[in-house]
């Protein structure tokens, strides 16, 4: 999922203690605040290391009716922190660009502005596996099978397998048939990711 993620369906916010992550900081934590244009909206939104999101005070042309007759008009708008909503596993703010609204998700904003992709990984992943906790240190650039594992490894995800199945899995990959992934989660009707997990011991390590 490439650009600003989006979500469709708009329901109530969540509790402050959701919305504002950033409240409560004191000294030189809250004086070290740093503010970055949302790309795509430079001008109009920033985001912060803090987990928050605002618009920009700014003059937009408008038209007008002056006697019968359409004349552009200007009118100022104040700048102002937004407030998350939450849309049913994520937190999330709607930005406005020329006449459309955007939801965009704020955990995509934060990776953007403030952690380096030199990999160009189109996922960003929530670390602890907490989808509300968006701060930048719980937050990681991450490829489609990779975020995948991580929801497996957290339990985000669960395996469909039982015992017997996982052991059969791991002898037909330890076995010199040459059965590929794709193959085995085919016939278990599992993601392959899943299999290399089992295949890695990094699931089903006690068979």
């Excluded at 000294?27 to 987990?51: F, P, R, T």
């Excluded at 010199?176 to 085995?184: G, P």
């Amino acid at each position: 999922m490439n650009g600003i993620a989006t979500i469709s369906k708009k329901i109530n916010c969540p509790p402050m203690s959701l919305q504002c992550p950033w409240v409560g900081l004191k000294g030189d934590i809250a004086m070290k605040e740093v503010w970055k244009d949302i790309e795509g909206n430079e001008g109009l939104y920033q985001v912060s290391n803090h987990v928050r999101v605002r618009s920009l005070e700014r003059t937009v042309t408008y038209d007008k009716n002056f006697n019968g007759s359409i004349r552009e008009g200007l009118r100022s708008i104040k700048g102002k922190m937004l407030k998350p909503c939450f849309g049913g596993k994520y937190l999330y703010v709607a930005l406005c660009k020329n006449g459309k609204r955007r939801n965009s998700l704020i955990h995509r904003l934060i990776a953007m502005a403030f952690i380096d992709n030199p990999e160009n990984k189109p996922c960003v992943n929530h670390i602890d596996g907490d989808k509300l906790n968006n701060n930048i240190e719980n937050l990681e650039w991450c490829t489609a099978q990779e975020n995948v594992q991580h929801a497996y490894k957290t339990g985000l995800m669960k395996t469909k397998l039982n015992l017997d199945q996982a052991s059969e899995i791991l002898n037909i990959l330890n076995g010199d048939n040459n059965v590929s992934q794709e193959k085995i989660a085919e016939r278990y009707n599992i993601d392959k990711s899943l299999v290399s997990l089992i295949k890695t011991r990094k699931l089903w390590r006690h068979i």
